[in-house]
């Protein structure tokens, strides 16, 4: 199914600026925090064994049989804020015709939201980001995204939606509409199954569809899923698999 916020306004005044060749982070936030003083580590990685040949600008890396991920350093600051790091980013594949292992960069993120959200009916709650980004990543060096965090839980189904925007700093093409979206249904034993929509409305838009399966335990939490793309210019195959666990 497709989940779609009446954000049209939005793209229609502003101008869109090209998509980055890649993504590190293929999730839905649901507003979840960790708790005052604790440290979380969430790794990121996704894998596309059947995704475009052509590099979205000069230099890119290209997304076919491309390996990205990246470790995200979480701490909850207080009750309604977390703070978190991704650092490294990385990608395994081809740029310049050459098989590479890359550092692409770098982000800082503030994320706030209604205490407890996985308790309430109705949450909400909102994400910064700030990017460096190395040449081959982004087109742009430095570039943000504001992420407002809209959800239900109506026990057992689950329905989110991330109207995203994202900035770059150069240029006059510099925002791009790129919503997300999430249901979920949820089974006994903490085992979820869910279905995600990504789309980025830049110059080239792409849109995927995501089948995931959740599972949490006492240890860690597990997202795993498989992405297929709707349009031609959307990568036709992706993996991810995201691992979560509090240090402390």
Not at 50 to 68: M, R, W
Not at 101 to 107: T, W
Not at 109 to 121: G, K, M, N, T
């Amino acid at each position: 199914m497709t989940i779609r916020l009446a954000l049209v306004a939005l793209t229609l005044m502003t101008a869109s600026r090209a998509a980055a060749a890649q993504t590190d982070e293929i999730q839905v936030y649901d507003g979840a925090l960790a708790a005052p003083g604790t440290f979380n580590l969430t790794w990121h990685n996704n894998f596309t064994p059947d995704g475009s040949k052509t590099p979205a600008f000069p230099g890119a890396l290209v997304a076919d049989k491309s390996l990205n991920g990246v470790p995200e350093w979480a701490y909850g600051v207080t009750p309604w804020f977390e703070a978190g790091l991704y650092m490294p980013l990385y990608s395994i594949g081809k740029r310049n015709a050459q098989t590479a292992v890359l550092l692409d960069g770098m982000k800082l993120r503030l994320l706030f939201a209604v205490p407890r959200a996985d308790e309430r009916r109705f949450f909400y709650g909102v994400n910064f980001e700030l990017s460096y980004n190395a040449a081959h990543w982004d087109a742009q060096r430095v570039t943000s995204e504001i992420r407002p965090i809209i959800g239900w839980h109506m026990q057992p189904v689950d329905v989110i939606i991330n109207p995203i925007v994202d900035i770059a700093y150069e240029g006059s093409d510099n925002l791009t509409f790129a919503p997300a979206s999430r249901i979920a249904y949820n089974f006994p034993r903490a085992w979820i199954l869910a279905i995600e929509e990504y789309d980025d409305l830049g110059s080239q838009p792409t849109h995927q569809l995501y089948g995931v399966v959740d599972h949490s335990n006492k240890v860690i939490e597990v997202e795993a899923g498989v992405g297929f793309g709707l349009n031609a210019a959307s990568d036709k195959l992706t993996f991810k698999l995201i691992l979560s666990h509090n240090l402390n």
